[in-house]
């Protein structure tokens, strides 16, 4: 796409923007109902976004170059500390600061909202930066007035931010809310092509499908402490086909077998899904060959975290 070179130069604007937020409020949904393209993985689990992931929303009239963060919370442990650090690093970089809540679960039980928002509300109030509180999944909510206590509560804690109750899901609101954050970036030019939706690259995302897939699998079975690695990438242009080895970490013996599934059926049925997902990414045909690996205690082993990718930023 050419974007229209007159906005370009006198009104065309640009900026990063991290959504934060507690775990499971709807923010990897919300990245991509904004693109209208999935780049970060969705599941029912909380904390499934692990890494800070990129997205890139370009028009005619800006560029938004989106953070999904992992979501903040007040878990211990080497993992917990790192994800806090990437979402707390996206904050200070962005020029403004979306909020995503889970206002249906907020309506239902009133209480978790103060729970929630009380890690991040020292660094909002006083916030010079855009502020928007996205009150997600309204969709859930069938009478929509159940809301109104939340939306007061919030604009208490927060009175510079501007409130968008929306569902990310159904995309009802969505575009109200990106005509307004598109105008609260700053005049600069577009620091990205047009065409490009994301910064990660392929081997990144195709880790990501492989364990958006088990989460999917497995439900509440699946153990949270799994780890995807790609260990093998190789193209084949004359074939169209790329060959992918993933390895899937557990840190117990107990869980491998729980990933493997009886006969080997659940991880054939993620293997499965997972490959038709990376052939849309990729446009090749995809051979994926999946194995499981024992790596006790993994989740305090801050090397093996960092070769992840885990704790880093763009």
Not at 85 to 107: E, F, V
Not at 126 to 141: F, Y
Not at 186 to 209: G, H, I, V
Not at 281 to 305: M, S
Request: hydrophobic share 40%; aromatic share 6%; with cysteine.
């Amino acid at each position: 796409m050419i974007l229209n070179k007159l906005n370009r130069q006198n009104q065309f604007r640009c900026g990063w923007v991290a959504i934060m937020g507690p775990p499971n409020a709807g923010k990897s949904t919300l990245l991509n109902g904004c693109l209208g393209q999935k780049v970060a993985i969705v599941t029912p689990q909380a904390q499934t976004t692990r890494n800070q992931i990129t997205g890139i929303l370009s028009d005619a009239e800006a560029q938004v170059i989106f953070m999904d963060t992992p979501g903040i919370h007040q878990l211990r442990g080497k993992m917990n500390r790192l994800l806090l650090q990437s979402a707390w690093q996206a904050m200070d970089r962005a020029d403004a600061l979306i909020l995503a809540l889970d206002g249906d679960m907020y309506a239902r039980k009133p209480e978790f909202l103060d729970h929630d928002i009380r890690p991040i509300l020292p660094a909002l109030q006083g916030e010079k930066r855009p502020v928007l509180i996205v009150v997600n999944k309204i969709d859930l909510l069938g009478d929509k007035s159940r809301l109104l206590p939340v939306l007061e509560v919030l604009h208490a804690a927060v009175p510079e931010a501007e409130i968008f109750p929306l569902s990310a899901l159904t995309r009802d609101g969505l575009p109200e809310l990106l005509a307004f954050l598109k105008k609260t970036l700053p005049e600069k030019a577009a620091q990205f092509p047009d065409d490009q939706l994301s910064t990660l690259p392929s081997r990144f995302m195709a880790a990501e499908l492989v364990r958006e897939k088990l989460f999917l699998s497995m439900r509440q079975e699946l153990p949270y402490f799994t780890a995807v690695d790609i260990e093998h990438w190789e193209g084949d242009p004359e074939k169209n086909l790329t060959r992918i080895h993933a390895v899937i970490y557990v840190g117990k013996a107990s869980h491998k077998g729980m990933v493997i599934g009886r006969g080997g059926k659940n991880l054939k049925r993620v293997g499965e899904s997972a490959r038709k997902e990376m052939e849309e990414l990729l446009g090749t045909k995809v051979y994926l060959e999946l194995w499981v690996k024992l790596k006790e205690n993994w989740p305090d082993d801050l090397n093996f975290l960092h070769s992840l990718g885990l704790g880093r930023s763009e």
